[in-house]
């Protein structure tokens, strides 16, 4: 029983230590199995408005594609924040550092950039779920909590 117990401590402490940022799952695509945003090592991250949040990933690309589609989905108690990504920053293939489209099914990806803070409101805590969609739908997805704060 003891012992059982240490492991699922180990488990807990492990990723931490690692600088990995836990995030939520999406009903639909894969999560990361590395996410790193910059000044953030746990949920909520706070997030300057007005200013860039930048980010480094790893993920198994699920499925082939040929494209991929960056959409940012902020939400404020549940509901959803209206926001488009400008389009410089929707072609996810561009954030890719060890590949480039088309992608091969479970092919490790690397990606890393910014994105945009835009926000109709400050120092709230905000719900925010990033997806890329690939040619058959979404193909990577997760969800973090964020504070969003004036600069």
């Known amino acids: 029983m003891s012992k059982l117990l240490l492991i699922f401590v180990a488990c807990l402490i492990v990723p931490s230590s690692l600088g990995q940022l836990e995030v939520q799952k999406c009903k639909k695509g894969s999560v990361p199995t590395k996410l790193v945003i910059e000044g953030c090592s746990k949920a909520p991250c706070t997030i300057v408005n007005g200013q860039n949040l930048k980010f480094s990933a790893e993920f198994i690309n699920p499925t082939a594609t040929n494209t991929l589609k960056a959409k940012v989905i902020p939400r404020l108690a549940g509901l959803t924040i209206p926001y488009e990504l400008p389009k410089e ?63």
Do not use: T, Y
Request: proline content about 5%; some cysteine; overall charge negative.
């Open 89 to 151: 920053h929707q072609d996810g293939c561009q954030k890719l550092s060890n590949a480039k489209c088309p992608l091969e099914a479970n092919q490790r990806i690397e990606a890393s950039g910014d994105v945009p803070v835009e926000s109709p409101v400050s120092n709230v805590k905000i719900n925010i779920e990033f997806q890329l969609h690939a040619d058959s739908g979404i193909a990577v997805c997760f969800k973090i909590d964020a504070k969003v704060v004036n600069k």
